[in-house]
């Protein structure tokens, strides 16, 4: 049988899906579907948002990588406490440089090169 959650987990990482229903799923109680509506590249900016403040570090990461996110929370999430967030941005292959250059400089070393290898494979994908 098949569950409410699970049809939202669907609908939520669909990019066929209307902003106005990935926006009630930006609310949703099980963190795997806002995780699922982080991602969508049709989620609204006012979603992703919201979404980027989550208590859950899997769903702040995902925002973080959506580039429909402002890319003023993007560089205050450089900042984030959690160590997952900021190296799943250093990681991101379409994080700006500008934003690399921030986590370049990161107290933690994993960070700080993960983002500077990312910033090397951009530059060779020119």
């Not at 925002?63 to 993007?74: D, E, G, T, Y």
Request: with cysteine; aromatic share 4%.
């Amino acid at each position: 049988m098949i569950t409410v959650e699970q049809v939202d987990y669907v609908l939520a990482g669909s990019p066929n899906t209307p902003t106005r229903v990935l926006d009630r799923l930006a609310r949703a109680a099980e963190c795997r579907v806002r995780k699922q509506a982080a991602e969508n590249p049709s989620t609204s900016a006012e979603a992703l948002i919201r979404l980027a403040a989550d208590w859950n570090v899997g769903v702040v990461a995902a925002a973080a990588l959506n580039p429909s996110l402002p890319r003023q929370i993007l560089e205050e999430l450089t900042r984030h406490d959690s160590l997952e967030v900021r190296y799943a941005i250093a990681d991101g292959p379409a994080v700006p440089v500008s934003v690399l250059l921030r986590l370049a400089d990161d107290e933690n070393p994993y960070i700080s090169q993960r983002a500077m290898q990312t910033i090397c494979e951009q530059a060779l994908r020119g």
